[in-house]
């Protein structure tokens, strides 16, 4: 199994642009999180997907930023327009549901820099 | 508002000695908790949990301890050794729930 997939990597812009980051779930999972990461906040949940159906969004901060999942394989978090203070790793993750708390498979991240 | 809190920003121990991270939270709700462990350029992968039913889980050389009345945890790793030296992030949730609430992480440096 690949694991969960992140692209891109690294992604550099400046403040006003429309930034995508895109998430290919491990298969066969049913929950796909998207987090971000920064030294002051540590790990933020941001939204969570349950069947491709979102859950809980409570922490999207703000309406620039949005996150669909068309399918069980795809999901993406975009933000528009950006800000420097946007910059941060944002992580994808995903997990199966066998009941109880399930452990998150986390993909390699995605390094947003916004200028 | 921190619900789970890693106070110590970095923690260094030479090889072979032990390593005591610490967490706290105030959510008594929460009777879940896990340790997620982060190398650089990686994702987080799963480390070991502990339900609050119990209030010690040990895999190798990994123990959590959980001191429900102090709402605080530890993960403690003997021997260290140089491949630990990581990020060390703690989580907390609900039972059955999939939401999981992060800590700030505690990055931990063994030297050999």
């Known amino acids: 199994d690949a694991g969960v997939i992140q692209s891109p990597r690294h992604e550099v812009t400046e403040m006003g642009q429309e930034v995508t980051l895109r998430c290919k779930p491990i298969?066969?999972?049913?929950?796909l999180f998207w987090y971000r990461q920064t030294m002051m906040r540590g790990l933020e949940l941001l939204i969570y997907?349950?069947?491709?159906?979102?859950?809980?969004d409570s922490g999207m901060p703000e309406d620039r930023f949005s996150a669909k999942m068309p399918n069980a394989s795809f999901s993406t978090l975009k933000i528009q327009p950006s800000e420097p203070r946007d910059s941060a790793v944002y992580f994808c993750?995903?997990?199966?549901?066998?009941?109880?708390?399930?452990?998150?498979?986390f993909g390699p991240g995605t390094r947003l820099t916004v200028l | 508002d921190q619900q789970v809190k890693q106070n110590s920003p970095s923690l260094s121990v030479q090889e072979g000695r032990i390593s005591i991270l610490n967490c706290d939270y105030t959510n008594s709700m929460f009777d879940y908790f896990l340790w997620y462990k982060k190398y650089p350029a990686e994702g987080p992968t799963f480390l070991i949990s502990?339900?609050?039913?119990?209030d010690k889980n040990e895999d190798g050389r990994f123990t959590v301890f959980l001191n429900k009345s102090a709402k605080h945890l530890s993960l403690h790793i003997v021997p260290s050794q140089p491949g630990d030296s990581a990020v060390y992030f703690c989580a907390a949730t609900n039972t059955g729930f999939q939401k999981l609430v992060f800590g700030t992480g505690t990055r931990l440096l063994v030297s050999p």
């Open positions: 502990i339900s609050s039913i119990k």
């Open positions: 993750a995903s997990s199966p549901y066998r009941g109880g708390t399930d452990t998150q498979y």
């Open positions: 997907f349950n069947n491709n159906v979102p859950i809980d």
């Open positions: 298969s066969g999972h049913d929950y």
